[in-house]
C-alpha cells in the first residue's frame, strides 16, 4: 500500500510529462516516417513554361476558395510569364533552393519600401499581383507565431515524404504560412502531406504540397508547390 | 412586525442578495464571454486602423483612381474585360461598405473607449462575489447572534457602485452605439462577404498585370493617363486594401461570438438591475436594535397572555 502510495506521484508526473509533450508547442525533431532523411540543398530547377503552362522545373499555383487543386478554379497572375497565368515558376535563390535540417529565415524587415519580399535565399523574389513574394524558412512562423519543425525530407526508397511546416511566404506585408504539416501539426483544409519522388542514382528529386492559408486577406486560398531539381548534400549543414 | 418575521426578512433579503451575487458572478460563464469578450477585444484591435475618416477617404480615393481606369482602359484581354464589366458592381459594393465604415465612427470610438474587453467578464464576476460574500458573512454572523452592520452597510456601498459602474464608464451613451455598428456590422462580417471582396481583388489585381504588361505597353501609354495612374498606384494600393482584407477575414468568428451575445444596449442594466435590489435588499436587511426588539418581544408577550 505505502509502496503504490510512493508510486503515485512518479506516475502522475510521467502522466503530466506526456500530456505536456502531446500537447505543447512544436519542437525541432521530425515527425517524418522512416526512410533515410536528406541532407543538403533541394536545389531548384527554375520552371519553364515554354507552353502555356509550367511544363518542366519549379512551379507556384493558387487554388481560390471552394476550388480544388485538379480543377481549380487557380487565382490568375498577371504577373506570369506563361501563357497560362495561373502557372508561376519559380527561380533558385542566392541558396540554390531549399536547406534541408536548418532554417533560411527571412530578415528583421523582410519587405522593402513598396511591400516586395526581399527573402532570396530560397528562391529568387517572383512578382505577384505587382508585388514581390519571396520564401523563408523560419524557426518561429511569422503567421501564426508557432514553433516549427526543421524542414526535412525523408527518402523511404524512390518515395518522398517531408516535413515543411517552417515554409512561409511573404507578400506586401502579409506572411502566409505554406507549409505542410501546419505549425503545430494540423493540415486544414487542402492542405497534403509533402511526398515526391528521388532518384538516388542522378540526385533528381520532384516535391510536392498544398497549403491551405489560415487567415488574412487570402483566407480559405491554397498554395500547390512543386520543387524539383536535384539534391546537393555536399552543402548539407 | 414580530421579531421572527424582521428575522424571516432579514434572513429572506441577504439570501436574496446572496443569489444575485452568484447570478452576477456566473452571468458571464452563461454568456460565454469568457471566450467572446476577448475575441470582440481583438476585432476592435484589428479594425482600429481602418476606423478613422483619413483611412476611409484615402480607401475612397483609391477606389476613383481604379474607377477612372476602368472607364478609360483599352480592353483586350479576359482578365481587363471582366474588370471593365465587373467594376460598377465592384464599385458600388465597396462604397457601401466604406460608407458604413464611416457611419459607425463615432460608435467605434465609444466602444474601443470602454475598458479593454478582456476584462468585461470580471466586471462581473469580481463585483458578484464580493456582494455574494458580503451577505454569506452576514447571514452566518446573523445566525450566530454576531454584530454584521458594518457588513450591510458594505453591501449597500456594493450596490451603489455596481449601479454607478455604467455611468462611470459611459456605457449608457456607448452601449447603445456599439449595438447600432453591431447591426451595421452584420451583413459584412460574414464569409459570403469577405469572399466577394476577396474576388474583388483578384478581379481588379489580374486585369492591373495585364494592363501594366501587356495592354499598354501595345498603346501610347499617354493616352491613357488614368489607367497609367492606376497602374503607377497599384502596388500602393494593394498594399492598403490586403491587409483590410485580412483584418475582415481574420474577425468573421470574432464578430459571430459579439454578435450572439445579449444585445449591447442591455450591458448598462446588467449592472444597474442587480445593483439597484443589492442596495434596497442591504436597507431592508437592517438589524432591529436588540433594546428595540426586546421592548417588541414584550409587547407580543403580553398582548398573548
Redesign the interface.
Known amino acids: 500500500m505505502s509502496g503504490r502510495r510512493r508510486s503515485m506521484p512518479l506516475v502522475a508526473i510521467a502522466l503530466v510529462a506526456l500530456a505536456a509533450s502531446a500537447c505543447g508547442d512544436d519542437d525541432s525533431t521530425s515527425s517524418t516516417g522512416d526512410g533515410t532523411p536528406l541532407a543538403g540543398v533541394l536545389t531548384i530547377e527554375a520552371g519553364q513554361c515554354t507552353d502555356a503552362a509550367v511544363t518542366a522545373g519549379s512551379s507556384f499555383r493558387m487554388v481560390q476558395p471552394g476550388g480544388t487543386v485538379k480543377d481549380g478554379p487557380f487565382v490568375v497572375n498577371g504577373d506570369s510569364p506563361c501563357g497560362d497565368k495561373t502557372w508561376t515558376p519559380l527561380r533558385p535563390g542566392t541558396d540554390g533552393g531549399l536547406r534541408l535540417g536548418a532554417y533560411q529565415p527571412q530578415q528583421a524587415n523582410p519587405f522593402d519600401a513598396t511591400g516586395n519580399a526581399v527573402s532570396k535565399a530560397i528562391a529568387e523574389p517572383q512578382k505577384w499581383f505587382a508585388v514581390a513574394f519571396g520564401l523563408a524558412t523560419n524557426e518561429r512562423d511569422p503567421q501564426t507565431n508557432k514553433k516549427t519543425r526543421l524542414p526535412t525530407v525523408v527518402a523511404d526508397g524512390e518515395k518522398l515524404s517531408g516535413d515543411l511546416s517552417a515554409l512561409a511566404a511573404s507578400w506586401n506585408g502579409q506572411h502566409f504560412n505554406q507549409g505542410a504539416p501546419k505549425p503545430g501539426g494540423s493540415m486544414p483544409g487542402a492542405t497534403s502531406a509533402v511526398t515526391g519522388t528521388y532518384d538516388k542514382s542522378t540526385g533528381a528529386y520532384e516535391l510536392t504540397w498544398t497549403s491551405q492559408i489560415v487567415g488574412g486577406p487570402f483566407n480559405n486560398f491554397t498554395g500547390v508547390w512543386r520543387l524539383s531539381g536535384v539534391v546537393n548534400e555536399e552543402d548539407a549543414t | 412586525m414580530s421579531v421572527d418575521a424582521s428575522n424571516r426578512r432579514r434572513r429572506g433579503a441577504l439570501i436574496a442578495a446572496l443569489v444575485i451575487g452568484l447570478g452576477l458572478a456566473a452571468a458571464p460563464a452563461a454568456f460565454g464571454m469568457f471566450s467572446r469578450a476577448p475575441a470582440g477585444g481583438s476585432m476592435i484591435e484589428d479594425f482600429r486602423p481602418y476606423m478613422r475618416e483619413s483611412k476611409i477617404a484615402d480607401f475612397r480615393a483609391e477606389l476613383e483612381v481604379i474607377g477612372a481606369a476602368a472607364g478609360e482602359a483599352p480592353g483586350g484581354t479576359a482578365?481587363v474585360d471582366d474588370w471593365k464589366r465587373q467594376w460598377p458592381a465592384i464599385d458600388d459594393d465597396m462604397d457601401e461598405m466604406l460608407t458604413t465604415m464611416r457611419d459607425d465612427i463615432d460608435e467605434f470610438r465609444g466602444v474601443s473607449a470602454l475598458p479593454p474587453f478582456v476584462l468585461f467578464p470580471w466586471f462581473f464576476v469580481l463585483p458578484g462575489l464580493l456582494i455574494a460574500g458580503l451577505a454569506g458573512a452576514a447571514l452566518v454572523a446573523d445566525r450566530r447572534g454576531r454584530p454584521w452592520s458594518r457588513l450591510r452597510v458594505a453591501l449597500a456601498i456594493m450596490g451603489i457602485g455596481v449601479i454607478a459602474a455604467p455611468a462611470i464608464f459611459q456605457m449608457f451613451g456607448r452601449a447603445p452605439g456599439g449595438a447600432r455598428m453591431i447591426d451595421d456590422f452584420r451583413p459584412l462580417m460574414t464569409t459570403e462577404r469577405?469572399?466577394s471582396v476577396?474576388?474583388y481583388?483578384?478581379v481588379i489585381?489580374?486585369?492591373?498585370?495585364?494592363l501594366?504588361?501587356s495592354v499598354l505597353p501595345r498603346t501610347n501609354a499617354a493616352e491613357f493617363p488614368a489607367t497609367t495612374r492606376f497602374v503607377r498606384d497599384?502596388?500602393?494600393t494593394?498594399?492598403d486594401?490586403?491587409?483590410m482584407?485580412?483584418a475582415m477575414?481574420?474577425n468573421v468568428d470574432n464578430f459571430a461570438g459579439i454578435d450572439a451575445l445579449p444585445p449591447f444596449w442591455l450591458f448598462p442594466w446588467f449592472f444597474v438591475v442587480p445593483g439597484v435590489l443589492v442596495t434596497v435588499l442591504a436597507f431592508v436587511s437592517r438589524e432591529r436594535r436588540p433594546d428595540r426588539a426586546r421592548a417588541v418581544q414584550l409587547i407580543e408577550r403580553t398582548a398573548a397572555s
Open positions: 482578365a469577405v469572399t476577396q474576388q481583388f483578384l489585381g489580374a486585369a492591373e498585370g495585364d501594366r504588361t497599384w502596388p500602393e494593394s498594399h486594401m490586403a491587409p482584407i485580412g477575414s481574420d
